[in-house]
C-alpha cells in the first residue's frame, strides 16, 4: 500500500471511531448525561416577584369610584377629625360629597364628609341635628367620628340629648383604627426609666384619646398623675391642656412656660413655678410637626402598643338611627365593600388617602402625604433621632365582627376598651365625668348581626390577627405593675375578692393586644422555699390559665408567659406582715 493509501485508511478509521464514539455517549450505555448542566454566570436577573398583599388576594379589584357628584340617596352628614383610620370611609364616598361609581352611591346614600377637629363642636352639633329632625324629619342625619376609647367622655352629651328628646346611638361598625398613630412622645430616657416622668408635662387635649395613652402607660408603670392641669405636682405626672391635638404638639414646639401652683400630697404649697411640656400625647399630623420643627421626642408608647385603644367608632342620634334603619344597613355595607378594597389594593387605597386630602383641606398635604402616614414611616427628626410616625388600620367586615366579638368564641374587645377607659377617666375627673352611659344603653349589634348573615359564605379578605411565638420573651418592655390578685392561704385558688382585680386586669391586657404578657409569681418567705417556688409557679400559672379560659381569641398561644421567683426579689421587709402582703404578689409586664 502506498503512503498516500496508509494517509486515507488511517483518516477513515479516525471518522469511523469518532461517530462511533459519539454515538456510544449518545446511546447512555456507558456514560450518563448530568442532569443539570453547568453555565458561565454573567449575570443574573431575579424574576419579578408579586407584592405579598397581591399574592393573598382574595378579593379581586373593583372600579374606583367617579369623581362627579352622585346626588342620590339617603342624605346624611359625617363629620371626622383629621385621622388616617377612616380610608376605608373616604375609599366607600369617593370624594367629600357621595360620587358616581362609590360604593355609597351603590347602596343609595348621599354623604357629605366635613372636616371637625373640635369634639365640643361636634357635640354641639349632634344636639343641634336632633333639634333639627324633631322640627324636620327630612333633615339630612348627622354622624360623628371619634376615637373608641374617647366615647366615655364624648357620652356627657346625652344629658342634652334627653332634652332633646333622644340619645346617644352608635352605628355598630368601625371603619378602622390608629395602629401607631396615636402616641406619646417623650424623651428617650422615659423608654428605659418611666419613673424620670415624674415631675415632668405632658400636653394634650385632655379626657381624650391621646391622653388615655398616657394615663394608661401611667398607670401600667405605677406612676401618680395630677389630674389638676392648673397645678404642679413633682411626684407625679402632669398635664398641660390643650384646644386640640395639634395645639398640644404646638405648646411643646413653642416651649411657653406656664405659671403654677405646686402641691405637694395634694396640698398647695403657694409656690408658683414655671412648667414648660416636656412630652406631647398626639398623632398625625401632630407627630409629624413634632419631627420636624422641633424633635427630641420619641414613641413612649402608641397604639401600635395599645392596639385595641382606638377602633374609629361612629356615633349618631337614636332618632335619626331608628328612623333610617335601611340606610345605616346600606352605610354599614357600603363601608365593608370599601374596607375590603382598602386592605387589599394599593390602587384602593392611594384613591382613599386622595379623598382624604381633599376633605382635611391642608394645602400642603396632598393624598401622598396621608398615604404615607397611614402605611406608617420612620424619620429622622430636626435633631437626627430616629422616631416612628403614623400607622393605621382600614377595617373591613371580617375585622368588625372580631371588635364587636361576633366571630367564633370571641371577646367584645370594644365593650373592654369602653369600659377601661370609662372608669379611668370618672375616678380622675369625679367632677368633670361623675359616671358616663353605658355601653349596652348606645349599642345594639342587631344591625351588624343581619349583615353578618347576609355575608355567610361570601368571599372576604380575612381580619387583622395577632400571633406569638411561645418561646419568644420579652425584649422591650412596655411597662411593669403589681396586681393585688388575692389567693386563698398557701393555694394557688382565688377568692372571691380577686375577681374585681382579675377583670380589670383583663380589660387592661385586652387594650394592649398586641404586646406579650409575662405573669411573674411571688410569695413571702415563709415555710420551706422550694414550696414557695412551687407555689409561686402555680399562682402565676392560675392567672395565666384564668385569661387564656375567659377569651382564647384575646389570649391565643403564646400571648402569655409564667415566671416563677418564690420568695426573691422581696418589695418590703418580711418582717411584718404588711410586708409579708405586699411580698406576695403578681407583676405582670408587658412588651414585645
Known amino acids: 500500500m502506498t503512503t498516500r493509501g496508509k494517509i486515507v485508511l488511517f483518516a477513515l478509521f479516525l471518522a469511523l471511531a469518532y461517530f462511533g464514539f459519539n454515538k456510544l455517549i449518545a446511546s447512555g450505555r456507558f456514560f450518563k448525561k448530568a442532569d443539570t448542566q453547568s453555565v458561565l454566570l454573567s449575570s443574573i436577573e431575579l424574576p419579578a416577584a408579586p407584592s405579598g398583599s397581591r399574592a393573598t388576594l382574595v378579593v379581586p379589584l373593583a372600579p374606583l369610584p367617579g369623581t362627579a357628584p ?21 375609599l366607600a364616598n369617593g370624594g367629600p360629597r357621595t360620587t358616581m361609581g362609590s360604593a355609597l352611591a351603590a347602596n343609595k346614600v348621599d354623604m357629605q364628609i366635613v372636616r371637625q377637629d373640635d369634639v365640643s363642636k361636634m357635640q354641639a352639633d349632634l344636639v343641634k341635628n336632633a333639634l333639627d329632625l324633631q322640627s324636620n324629619p327630612s333633615t339630612p342625619g348627622l354622624i360623628v367620628s371619634i376615637m373608641g376609647d374617647g366615647l366615655p367622655a364624648f357620652s356627657a352629651v346625652q344629658s342634652q340629648l334627653q332634652k332633646a328628646g333622644t340619645q346617644l346611638q352608635v352605628i355598630p361598625y368601625s371603619v378602622g383604627k390608629s395602629f401607631g398613630e396615636d402616641k406619646l412622645m ?65 405648646k411643646y414646639i413653642v416651649g411657653k412656660p406656664e405659671s403654677r401652683t405646686k402641691v405637694v400630697s395634694g396640698h398647695s404649697t403657694g409656690v408658683k413655678v414655671d412648667v414648660v411640656a416636656d412630652a406631647v400625647a398626639t398623632w398625625t399630623p401632630g407627630d409629624v410637626n413634632i419631627a420636624k420643627q422641633k424633635g427630641g421626642l420619641v414613641n413612649i408608647v402608641s397604639t401600635k402598643d395599645y392596639s385595641n385603644q382606638m377602633p374609629n367608632i361612629m356615633v349618631t342620634t337614636k332618632r335619626w338611627y331608628d328612623a333610617h334603619q335601611p340606610a345605616v344597613l346600606s352605610l354599614m355595607t357600603a363601608f365593608a365593600v370599601a374596607g375590603d378594597q382598602v386592605k387589599s389594593h394599593p390602587e384602593a387605597l392611594t384613591r382613599a388617602a386622595d379623598v382624604s386630602a381633599q376633605v382635611y383641606g391642608d394645602q400642603d398635604k396632598p393624598g401622598a402625604y396621608w398615604l404615607k402616614y397611614y402605611k406608617g414611616t420612620s424619620e429622622a427628626d430636626r435633631t437626627g433621632q430616629v422616631v416612628e410616625l403614623g400607622g393605621s388600620k382600614a377595617f373591613n367586615f371580617n375585622d368588625n365582627l372580631t371588635l364587636f366579638g361576633l366571630d367564633n368564641g370571641g371577646t367584645n374587645i370594644y365593650a373592654a376598651v369602653y369600659k377601661t377607659f370609662g372608669d379611668v377617666q370618672s375616678k380622675l ?12 344603653q348606645m349599642l345594639d349589634l342587631s344591625l ?61 391586657l385586652v387594650v394592649a393586644g398586641r404586646l406579650k404578657v409575662a405573669v411573674h409569681g411571688y410569695t413571702d418567705n415563709t415555710g420551706n422555699a422550694d414550696k414557695n417556688q412551687q407555689l ?36 418590703a421587709p418580711n418582717t411584718t406582715e404588711a410586708g409579708k402582703a405586699q411580698n406576695r404578689r403578681v407583676e405582670v409586664v408587658l412588651g414585645n
Open 70 to 90: 352622585a346626588e342620590n340617596g339617603t342624605p346624611v352628614v359625617w363629620e371626622v377629625m383629621a385621622w388616617n383610620s377612616q380610608m376605608a370611609g373616604m
Open 186 to 250: 417623650g424623651p428617650k430616657e422615659w423608654l428605659d426609666n418611666p419613673k424620670a416622668a415624674l415631675g415632668k408635662t405632658i400636653a394634650c387635649y385632655l379626657r381624650d384619646g391621646d391622653h388615655n395613652i398616657a394615663l394608661k402607660w401611667c398607670a401600667d408603670n405605677g406612676l401618680k398623675v395630677n389630674p389638676d392641669e392648673t397645678t404642679y405636682d413633682p411626684e407625679a405626672v402632669n398635664f398641660m391642656a390643650a384646644s386640640d391635638f395639634l395645639a398640644a404638639a404646638e
Open 429 to 440: 375627673y369625679p367632677k368633670e365625668m361623675p359616671s358616663y352611659v353605658p355601653l349596652t
Open 448 to 508: 351588624l348581626r343581619k349583615l353578618q348573615a347576609q355575608y355567610k359564605g361570601k368571599t372576604l379578605a380575612p381580619a387583622e390577627t395577632q400571633s406569638f411565638a411561645a418561646d419568644d420573651e420579652i425584649r422591650r418592655s412596655v411597662s411593669k405593675r403589681a396586681w393585688n390578685i388575692e389567693f386563698n392561704t398557701g393555694q394557688s385558688t382565688f377568692t372571691p375578692a380577686a375577681q374585681r382585680e382579675l377583670s380589670q386586669l383583663f380589660d387592661d
Open 536 to 571: 409561686s409557679e402555680a399562682r402565676a400559672e392560675a392567672v395565666a390559665h384564668w385569661l387564656e379560659a375567659k377569651s382564647a381569641s384575646a389570649f391565643p398561644q403564646g400571648r402569655v408567659q409564667v415566671y416563677a421567683h418564690g420568695a426573691a426579689e422581696p418589695v
